[in-house]
T-cell receptor, first 112, second 113 residues
Framework: DQQVKQNSPSLSVQEGRISILNCDYTNSMFDYFLWYKKYPAEGPTFLISISSIKDKNEDGRFTVFLNKSAKHLSLHIVPSQPGDSAVYFCAALYNQGGKLIFGQGTELSVKP | KAGVTQTPRYLIKTRGQQVTLSCSPISGHRSVSWYQQTPGQGLQFLFEYFSETQRNKGNFPGRFSGRQFSNSRSEMNVSTLELGDSALYLC????????????FGPGTRLTVT
């Protein structure tokens, strides 16, 4: 069963506009949620995380929102830049261990 | 600091053979996790090692095994290879300072023919 789902395989956005990537989960026991970015031929890179007791976390152009009642989180990138073009993975963690449960990924394309 | 390194980067094996992949974590990181990435299944957790002990395990058959050495370097082994084992195998290390923050290597691309 897919505990973490990213239903949009791709997203195209104009440079300077907002990118919104979405993620749904089924397990209410997750402690943390994270976003990773992946460029071709490289491993994923950590972007931003949020604790399950928070509803928002910001880091520069990146903001993650968590809606626990809907079991939904989203990543906002404002403003979007061409260098943001990559595959974005949502991930969830419980027991603060090293087992990350990943979504399928959303490929973001930011057009100049 | 040097990043996570994985060797080899590419590997071609035949069905039925076995393979060993190696991972060197970032210096000072004691946790090493392994993931399998395939187009159909995405990134799936294999196992995590911490201080030479397996701390977490994913839903993979017993043909997949791993170990960690006292210097935190880790290896994973796949025995009796199947065509479906063709994938990118990613290793990640973490210090545990930020929950879930893992540093990934570039991966080993395994092709089983």
């Amino acid at each position: 069963d897919q505990q973490v789902k990213q239903n949009s395989p791709s997203l195209s956005v104009q440079e300077g506009r907002i990118s919104i990537l979405n993620c749904d989960y089924t397990n209410s026991m997750f402690d943390y949620f994270l976003w990773y970015k992946k460029y071709p031929a490289e491993g994923p890179t950590f972007l931003i995380s949020i604790s399950s007791i928070k509803d928002k976390n910001e880091d520069g152009r990146f903001t993650v929102f968590l809606n626990k009642s809907a079991k939904h989180l989203s990543l906002h990138i404002v403003p979007s830049q061409p260098g943001d073009s990559a595959v974005y993975f949502c991930a969830a963690l419980y027991n603060q261990g090293g087992k990350l449960i990943f979504g399928q990924g959303t490929e973001l394309s930011v057009k100049p | 600091k040097a990043g996570v390194t994985q060797t080899p980067r590419y590997l071609i094996k035949t069905r039925g053979q076995q393979v060993t992949l190696s991972c060197s974590p970032i210096s000072g990181h004691r946790s090493v996790s392994w993931y399998q990435q395939t187009p159909g299944q995405g990134l799936q957790f294999l196992f995590e090692y911490f201080s030479e002990t397996q701390r977490n395990k994913g839903n993979f058959p017993g043909r997949f095994s791993g170990r960690q050495f006292s210097n935190s370097r880790s290896e994973m082994n796949v025995s009796t290879l199947e065509l479906g084992d063709s994938a990118l195998y990613l290793c990640a290390s973490s210090s545990g300072t930020v929950p879930g923050e893992q540093y990934f290597g570039p991966g080993t691309r395994l092709t089983v023919t």
